[in-house]
Nanobody
Framework: QVQLIESGGGVAQAGGSLRLSCAVSGRTFSIYNMGWFRQAPGKEREFVAD????????DYADSVKGRFTISRDNAKNTGYLQLISLKPEDTAVYYC????????????????????WGQGTQVTVSS
């Protein structure tokens, strides 16, 4: 059974930082890309960042470039999303996901590219 469990969400002030983690079990984490998405109240879920299976390639939504950093530790089967310079518009439920295909080069920013998802962790940024 594949499980993705996010943690690290919470409440932060504008300009603050948080670090999200995504622990993956039941799957060979090291051969799949990992992505982070978020869904704000009343809005559709949107792509935030992704990282290739070997960690050599990353991609970010324009809205978070320069402020968020995605990384992974394949030895720990865990992915991370470092959030700095937080803004109130970053308030959302953040989801991690692993890609549908393995050992594929490039970055994936569509939800359909991912087939396993975590339950989400709430990030709230106060102004």
């Amino acid at each position: 059974q594949v499980q993705l469990i996010e943690s690290g969400g919470g409440v932060a002030q504008a300009g603050g930082s948080l670090r999200l983690s995504c622990a993956v079990s039941g799957r060979t984490f090291s051969i799949y890309n990992m992505g982070w998405f978020r869904q704000a109240p009343g809005k559709e879920r949107e792509f935030v960042a992704d990282i290739s299976f070997n960690g050599r390639s990353t991609d970010y939504a324009d809205s978070v470039k320069g402020r968020f950093t995605i990384s992974r530790d394949n030895a720990k089967n865990t992915g991370y999303l470092q959030l700095i310079s937080l803004k109130p518009e970053d308030t959302a439920v953040y989801y991690c996901a692993t890609s549908r295909t393995a050992l594929r080069s490039g970055n994936f920013f569509r939800e359909d590219d991912y087939n396993y998802w975590g339950q989400g962790t709430q990030v709230t940024v106060s102004s």
